[in-house]
């Protein structure tokens, strides 16, 4: 009995030292794939992977560009439809170099150019996640069809040679480890640029201009630099955060469109720590308080309302008392807790876009107490007129916003010149082609 102990317990041993580590490898898994997770919402991967009434990340979201709309694909586990035959490097080149597991290039709606910063560690966390920690759904999304010449996905390849900077994330031993996370964070994951830098006509990020403001077609992304005309160099550290977090601040500002679904998925979702980080490197030299819109008294809404006063109003003012006063007050003070507009960021822009945006499609989810949109209840003329009535009577600022711009708002944007110049520089090259070898042709029959 006392020999087949002695044989039985050294194997016991091995086993519970196999179990142990097998224990440890699991728990060490288990912290990847929740890091993963919360990489994923910080680079808000489900804005544009997850579509509405669908299964998380089964693809499918129209994105619209100026050059046609781009459908998002499945990065599930699926083996058939989404990304589960991926190795770690071919999930890497995807994310920051832009290229399928199967070779062909992907269009920068998908923001690889930031991703492309991102830390082995982190990528290495993100698969972990999605390889482990998504459901798989077989499920083939929408395939993006752009029209002709950029459904030749090759010519991407060129684009990447002039514009893909691959160099990775270092850090700068002259800033604070904090000031670090930051810029980690809105160059690379949060990739901030990709709506607030504007773009050159071959739709690359102008990296001299970086995040001075872009249009997006309809939204306009401001100037987050710290400059104090026209970036958000007069907001504090603390109000800067606190915008990010929630989408509201002291100074009047409130999220809409893009901006209220990256802080509704992803900033307003992540720890305090990296949402201050960002704050820290967006604005360097912190005001503690910042500037919020001097105090006026809130009061009731009442004015002269007899016939001939009102025969004297404006079509814009005569629009904003019957939608708009209830709110915000006659004088845009505000009203019953809701935001002024006296001094409200939104009506400091270059221009009118985001107002009349906000008119069209309201900032904020009705049933978080938002302001509601006007889109089928006022008509383009009218949304201009009571646009340009509060940039000039309550702003008094010298922008205005036509019609006209109001009707391309309404339908997503103005279409981009570029297809146009595309396939004109193909013509234009067919035809020096010829001309050519006409003339070799010419040249030859001669001698």
């Known amino acids: 009995m006392g020999k087949r102990w002695r044989k039985v317990l050294p194997l016991a041993a091995v086993l519970l030292a196999m179990n142990s580590s097998i224990a440890v490898a699991s728990a060490d898994q288990s912290e990847l794939i929740k890091r993963g997770e919360y990489l994923a919402i910080a680079g808000d991967c489900g804005a544009c992977h997850s579509d509405e009434g ?23 586990p699926s083996l058939s439809a989404g990304i589960g035959n991926y190795t770690e490097q071919q999930f890497a080149d995807a994310l920051r170099k832009g290229v399928r597991g199967d070779g062909s290039q992907l269009y920068p709606a998908m923001p690889y150019t930031a991703y492309a910063t991102l830390t082995d560690e982190d990528v290495s966390a993100l698969y972990a996640y999605f390889m ?93 630099t710290p400059d104090s005309q026209h970036g958000i160099g007069n907001w504090s550290r603390q109000m800067l955060a606190e915008y990010l977090m929630t989408g509201h601040t002291s100074n009047g500002a409130t999220a809409g469109g893009p901006m209220l679904e990256a802080i509704d998925k992803s900033f307003s979702r992540m720890t305090p720590e990296d949402i201050n980080a960002m704050a820290a490197y967006l604005l360097p030299d912190d005001k503690q308080h910042g500037t919020a ?40 003070a505000g009203l019953n807790g809701l935001p002024a507009l006296a001094g409200n960021p939104v009506l400091d822009k270059p221009n009118a876009d985001n107002v009349a945006m906000a008119v069209l499609d309201g900032v904020w989810p009705e049933h978080r107490q938002g302001m509601i949109g006007f889109r089928h209840e006022l008509n383009d003329s009218q949304i201009a007129d009571v646009t340009n009535y509060l940039m000039s009577d309550i702003a008094h600022r010298n922008v205005q916003i036509s019609a006209e711009r109001v009707a391309e708002l309404r339908q997503g944007g103005a279409t981009s010149p570029l297809l146009l110049m595309a396939r004109g520089g193909m013509i234009a090259g067919a035809v020096v082609v010829v001309i050519l070898l006409m003339w070799l042709l010419w040249r030859r029959r001669h001698q």
């Open 54 to 76: 669908k299964a998380a990340f089964s693809g499918g979201h129209p994105i619209v560009s100026p050059l046609g709309t781009i459908y998002s694909t499945n990065i599930t």
């Open 132 to 224: 482990h920690g998504v459901k798989a759904v077989d499920t083939h999304p929408q395939a993006t069809a752009l029209p002709f010449p950029f459904n030749l996905r090759f010519s991407m390849a060129a684009w990447n040679l002039l514009f893909l900077n691959e160099k990775p994330f270092t850090p700068d031993s002259a800033h604070s480890a904090e000031w670090n996370r930051g810029a980690y964070l809105v160059n690379g994951l949060a990739h901030c640029s990709t709506c607030h830098t504007p773009r050159n006509f071959l739709m690359a990020e102008k990296q001299d201009q970086a995040l001075s403001g872009a249009s997006l077609g309809t939204w306009y992304a401001p100037n987050i």
């Open 293 to 332: 819109p001097s105090p006026e008294g809130l009061t009731p809404v009442r004015g002269d309302d007899t016939p001939q006063a009102l025969s004297k109003l404006s079509r814009g003012e005569s629009i904003y008392r019957n939608n708009c006063a209830s709110c915000h007050n006659l004088a845009g």
